[in-house]
């Protein structure tokens, strides 16, 4: 069971736009920052999104984060095959004093 | 280029000890912590612990302290995760990464931006 709850999966068509959710509470996503990481089958997380809506050097501007609250949201605009992976959403918690992960979300680009 | 190398895959028996590494280059070791991160066969990730190489001031989550050690070797720009005594429920893939992260003021920023190509652990009579 992990600290943070996301959707096991989402699917879109190619083209289209999709949101990732991912929820926690008080001491993880409402007083700290939150990132995203997309795992490409059979490969290492790669970081999307930190600080809620930062995106890395290299990233395109097709992925986007948002958060209110103890939520937030990952969005992905122009899906493409090459999307399909898992994503995580990852932050601290500060009760536990310990980094905290979603259990993924599998996004399949139909 | 900016990289963690980790160490090759292991195939160990229960109650064996064993410690895998995690090799940076192309950035000044000391100045980022590194965490470990176990991703269990078709399962999500999990956060382990992190280090911080200066000091080799250590960061467990309560999921995994006391099962595993980290520590780290500044001169060599390495950091381990070790086992004393493996379990079957140890076989995974576990991955380093760079911490990018740090805490202002009651909120804190965590952002893994650099990772390693993973090491699978398999545990096996």
């Known amino acids: 069971q992990s600290v943070l709850t996301q959707p096991p999966s989402v699917s879109a068509a190619p083209g289209q736009k999709v949101t990732i959710s991912c929820s926690g509470s008080?001491?993880?996503?409402?007083?700290?920052?939150v990132s995203w990481y997309q795992q490409l089958p059979g490969t290492a997380p790669k970081l999307l999104i930190y600080?809620?809506?930062k995106r890395p050097s290299g990233i395109p501007d097709r992925f986007s984060g948002s958060k209110s609250g103890t939520s937030a949201t990952l969005g992905i605009t122009g899906l493409q095959t090459g999307d399909e992976a898992d994503y995580y959403c990852?932050?601290?918690?500060?009760?536990?004093?310990?980094?905290?992960f979603g259990g993924g979300t599998k996004l399949t680009v139909l | 280029e900016v990289q963690l190398v980790q160490s090759g895959a292991e195939v160990k028996e229960p109650g064996e000890s064993l410690r895998i590494s995690c090799e940076g280059s192309?950035?000044?070791?000391?100045?980022?912590?590194i965490t470990w991160v176990r991703q269990m066969p078709g399962k999500g990730l999990e956060w382990m612990g992190k280090?911080?190489?200066?000091?080799?001031?250590?960061n467990y989550s309560p999921s995994f302290q006391g099962h595993v050690t980290i520590s780290a070797d500044k001169s060599i720009s390495t950091a381990f995760l070790q086992w004393s005594s493996l379990k079957a429920s140890d076989t995974a893939m576990y991955y380093c990464?760079?911490?990018?992260?740090?805490?202002?003021?009651?909120?804190?920023?965590?952002?893994?931006?650099?990772w390693g190509q993973g090491t699978t652990v398999t545990v096996s009579s």
């Open positions: 008080s001491s993880n996503m409402g007083s700290n920052y």
């Open positions: 192309g950035y000044s070791f000391t100045n980022y912590w």
């Open positions: 600080d809620n809506n």
């Open positions: 990464a760079r911490h990018a992260g740090y805490c202002a003021g009651a909120s804190c920023h965590i952002a893994m931006d650099v």
């Open positions: 280090i911080d190489p200066r000091d080799s001031y250590t």
């Open positions: 990852g932050t601290w918690d500060s009760s536990l004093s310990a980094g905290v």
